[in-house]
């Protein structure tokens, strides 16, 4: 069955430091997304990405994030200085279509910045 | 701000028992979903709902929409301890994006 799969599983890193986040989506998907979800907390909206662009974005993808759709199959998070405050579990999904959407989450990336 | 609240935030019952999660908003939603999420992994797809008074069943899960396309609820019957989760609803506004649930965690005692 197809999976969305994300890598690392867990990535630590030091606080000011840039890392990225790679996600593998569903082969016939066309819509991207990033969520995250800090410890004990609900999962919140980052982005959507559609067609090689932004379709949408939160109050929390500041300047300090983008994403990336590098090659036909890889679609990334950057976050440039990461803050303590980043520290969380965050999500790729994708799906086939914008509406009634049916996203299919992978298993996360745990971010943790120290 | 957009707030999808559900209830209870924790249930804890034993096997064999029914149960019924609510999700709660003052939004209407052009669809809504369940996951339900295991520790460390992510959210599952359970079911979508579409139309307003909608009810999907999955095996011993029972999923309604509101008419008016605000709330929904979940029913598990004969509750089993593989039911042991957090369950998530998450509704969709516009397009491109999921506002997810408070989320219930329900434990299932054997």
Known sequence: EPEVTQTPSHQVTQMGQEVILRCVPISNHLYFYWYRQ???QKVE?????????ISEKSEIFDDQFSVERPDGSNFTLKIRSTKLEDSAMYFCASSQRTRNTEAFFGQ???LTVV | TQLLEQS????????GENLTVYCNSSSVFSSLQWYRQEPGEGPVLLVTV???GEVKKLKRLTFQFGDARKDSSLHITAAQPGDTGLYLCAGERGAN???FG??????VIP
């Open chain 1, 108 to 110: 996360g990336t745990r």
């Open chain 1, 45 to 53: 909206f980052l982005v959507s990405f559609y067609n090689n662009e």
């Open chain 2, 50 to 52: 579409v139309t307003g």
């Open chain 2, 97 to 99: 994006n999921l506002f």
């Open chain 1, 38 to 40: 800090i410890l004990g």
């Open chain 2, 8 to 15: 209870p935030q924790f249930l804890s019952i034993q096997e």
């Open chain 2, 102 to 107: 408070t989320g219930t965690r329900l434990t």
